[in-house]
């Protein structure tokens, strides 16, 4: 293992979309035994600041592959496609209209039960595009495609996350 490793060659899984959460969850726990600070005390300090980098190295590329969102730009920029949100903001006249409909829904729900209504939508869209997605990634691939799916799915995410702010407001009112 190198600290220059991607993450799946780190966790010693397949470049894929499709991951077997229980198989990512049981490799971070062996290698967090492996690498964690208090093995090396015996060692010496410069032996515990490399197992603290290792640990923080292992704890990084677990966050980035737990989230299928996260896994799949990283996906994309290791295929040499980053997924570049800040300055690619392009989407099909068709996902934006959805979203148009999606935050007028939003602004005229009137209590939990609409928005809660409009959330389950959005999110059975969202569990569409992600397996749409790792069609994209693990199957054809086309790397080109799937940074605009990821994109897509950031604006996604980001609406739930509205969504969710509604909600916890409507809570602190009641």
């Not at 966790?11 to 035994?33: I, K, S, V």
């Not at 923080?56 to 966050?63: E, S, T």
């Not at 996260?70 to 300055?87: N, T």
């Not at 989407?91 to 729900?109: D, K, S």
């Amino acid at each position: 293992m190198k600290l220059s490793d991607d993450d799946f060659t780190l966790f010693g899984l397949a470049p894929r979309q499709a991951l077997d959460r229980a198989d990512l969850d049981a490799r971070r726990r062996e290698l967090q035994a492996q690498v964690h600070p208090d093995r090396f005390a015996a060692e010496g300090a410069a032996a515990q600041r490399l197992a603290m980098q290792w640990a923080v190295r292992v704890n990084q590329g677990y966050q980035r592959l737990k989230d299928p969102l996260s896994r799949a730009a990283y996906l994309c920029e290791l295929r040499g496609v980053p997924v570049a949100a800040e300055s690619n903001t392009a989407m099909p006249r068709e996902f934006l209209m959805q979203q148009m409909q999606w935050r007028e829904a939003l602004e005229e729900a009137a209590d939990r039960a609409a928005i809660e209504a409009l959330d389950s939508a959005v999110a059975q869209e969202e569990r569409t595009m992600l397996a749409g997605l790792a069609l994209l990634l693990d199957e054809r691939p086309d790397a080109v495609a799937a940074a605009a799916r990821v994109r897509a799915l950031m604006f996604v995410a980001r609406f739930r996350q509205d969504i969710e702010r509604r909600l916890e407001a409507l809570d602190s009112t009641h």
